[in-house]
């Protein structure tokens, strides 16, 4: 492990955060180091999220299990074969056990809570198998999911979305799009959920805290 505040020296010179370093230290792989055609852009190390603050002070790399970043890299070349010029771009990945503090406390009065893990729980994002993830189209603008991720709301759940395409809230483009989404994840590996689009894991839960339940105990809690 290596001591420091703020901006760490990695063992090849490289500058690591004080947060990425706690998820290296845990065993986590940058996303971008194994493909850096992946876009990475971590909403809660902005204000622009559904908590309104921002939660990460200096983490701005998405962080994985080896095994969940291998298949993103998968997914990633499922999608440039099916849509050349687009790639995937992820929101949240290896999520710290105090930030999922931060974001249950928001929302644990309120209906909003069946969006969000209790800490106790233990978030699979915790883990580090799970991805938030959406798709930059060959101009890099993201491509028409019907809702931003991040919505906690009805519209944004893949179980409504006949409902919706029937009353017309969602456009056939926009279920398309999730559907893209949803196909090049799965091919990969990766299964959804029914009330996130952007939502996607690596493992099942029981398969997470049998392998991971030791890194999360030691590693990832406390700031
Ligand atoms: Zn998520």
């Known amino acids: 492990m290596i001591l420091c505040h703020g901006i760490c020296f990695s063992q090849n010179g490289m500058t690591v955060s004080s947060e990425a370093q706690k998820l290296k230290d845990a065993g986590l792989v940058d996303i971008r180091d194994l493909d850096s055609s992946i876009a990475v852009h971590l909403l809660y190390a902005t204000d622009s999220n559904f908590v309104g603050k ?13 095994e969940a970043a ?18 995937l771009i992820v ?21 909003m809570k069946r969006y969000v893990a209790s800490p106790q729980r233990i978030s699979m994002h915790t883990y580090g198998v799970a991805v938030d993830v959406s798709i930059l189209d060959e101009n890099g603008r993201e491509i028409d999911m019907g809702t931003p991720v991040d919505f906690l709301g009805a519209l944004a759940e893949p179980a409504n979305e006949t409902k919706y ?26 299964r959804g ?11 099942a839960r029981t398969d997470a805290q049998r392998k991971y339940k030791t890194m999360i105990n030691g590693i990832m809690t406390g700031r």
């Open 91 to 111: 929101y949240d990945a290896a999520r710290p056990q105090w930030a999922q503090e931060i974001m249950w406390n928001s929302v644990k009065d309120t209906p």
């Open 54 to 66: 921002t939660m990460y002070k200096s983490l701005r790399e998405a962080y994985l299990q080896a």
């Open 70 to 87: 291998k298949m993103l890299v998968a997914a990633q070349k499922h999608l440039k074969q099916v849509c050349p010029g687009c790639k």
């Open 193 to 203: 959920i029914s009330n996130e689009w952007w939502h996607f894991e690596a493992l």
């Open 165 to 190: 395409l029937a009353s017309g809230e969602l456009t056939l483009e926009q279920v398309k799009n999730r559907e893209l989404l949803r196909s090049v994840m799965k091919k990969s590996g990766f």
